[in-house]
DNA sequence: TTATCAGTTAGGAATAGTTACTATATAATA
DNA sequence: TATTATATAGTAACTATTCCTAACTGATAA
């Protein structure tokens, strides 16, 4: 990714280009595989290590607000318990931060087979969960 | 749930059975709705305010790791970013906490079918993720 | 019932990841 | 080029969780 594509992007989404955010944004490009906020500082500090840890996790915000890149994980960040031990899945309410129970056998079956007739080379999976996420309406 | 009860649980896992567990894990099947671990100090403190915190935590993570209860998260709690905005899936690695984007078009489909087929009353889906739990395995 | 001991607990200190703060600097604009 | 709103550096603060250790206690077996 060349940093004129960078700052295209960047303009695109009416955001300041800054060397700051050009950089930052090559470098999470140019890191395969879902980097974490430290992996990502130190391979921004390897180029540029004038860049302060706040402005790095500041513009990370900023890009995932303005879409420019995902977080891996939406939902509130503390660890959250679980009374079931079966299988089942989530809805993530986003509004409230809530996690709520769904139970379907139908979703099991589909899944089950779906992976059985695609199963992922040198992969063993354990489980599969799905995660909702959305919002209850008020109407 | 009754006390005995919990202590059949506890015993069944050969855990030993404390005052702290069994009041602990009173707590947890009383609290809906997969609450945070600051929610069951705060419960378990109601009745029991001399349980310390550290206990707490560390129970949790004995319940968990013998499936006692289960936790939402599996994975490793830092955030994680990805250049890739569009629909797609992870499997999670979880001997060397990784994450792999697992992208497949006909599982998207099926998913989409899915819902449209079973919506949910009053709640609007803005993303379905799947999370494959597993590990690689070396023949 | 009591003695033993491995496992558990309380309480506080330590740590890690992240956010907040604020004076200074700078990109966009007119 | 001057203006202004926004972004940044550097550091302090915060939060959730883990670590540490002396004291305690449930389970077991005599």
Redesign the pocket.
Known sequence: MVTNQI?EI??DK????????VS?LETVFSLKNHP???QI?DAVHKK???????????????FVENGVISKVRHTD???RYDWRTDNHHHLYVEDDNQIVDYINDELNLLLEDFFRRNRIPGFEIKSVKVHINGNYIQE
């Open positions: 700052r960047l303009k009416n955001l300041k280009i800054t060397p700051q955010r930052i974490n906020a430290q500082i540029n290590p004038n860049i302060s840890v706040g402005t790095i996790y500041k513009t990370l915000d900023t960040e503390t660890s």
